[in-house]
Nanobody, 126 residues
Framework: VQLQASGGGSVQAGDSLRLSCAAS????????MAWFRQAPGKEREFVAA????????YYTDSVKGRFTIARDNAKNTVYLQMFSLRPEDTALYYC????????????????????WGQGTQVTVSS
């Protein structure tokens, strides 16, 4: 299964972006999908996740209320809508997929996801 992320760009603080991640060669409709990000010199960190059969969505604290994750199973795509972007959101954003549904406590763990996209750069200037 391959993941293709897109939608990154260079924006000003306060702007919005929507990232997309399309899966091909398989589906994660009964598993989980997530976004992670990695800033220069920092470890890859969890941003948001959604999983099959769960109406909840999961976010890291710093993006709650600003970012929204959503999936379209018909299009085999997951989105990350980002509002009120801040310079500290600058990073390379990766989408990740798990074919098997992760348990909720594991959604923030990189090792729960076997499939990764190539990353899309988000740069926010002040």
């Amino acid at each position: 299964v391959q993941l293709q992320a897109s939608g990154g760009g260079s924006v000003q603080a306060g702007d919005s972006l929507r990232l997309s991640c399309a899966a091909s060669g398989g589906t994660f409709s009964r598993g989980g999908m997530a976004w992670f990000r990695q800033a220069p010199g920092k470890e890859r960190e969890f941003v948001a996740a959604v999983r099959y059969g769960d109406t909840n969505t999961y976010y890291t604290d710093s993006v709650k209320g600003r970012f929204t994750i959503a999936r379209d199973n018909a299009k085999n795509t997951v989105y990350l809508q980002m509002f009120s972007l801040r310079p500290e959101d600058t990073a390379l954003y990766y989408c990740a997929g798990a074919i098997n549904r992760p348990i909720s406590s594991a959604l923030r763990d990189r090792t729960s996801y076997r499939h990764w996209g190539q990353g899309t750069q988000v740069t926010v200037s002040s």
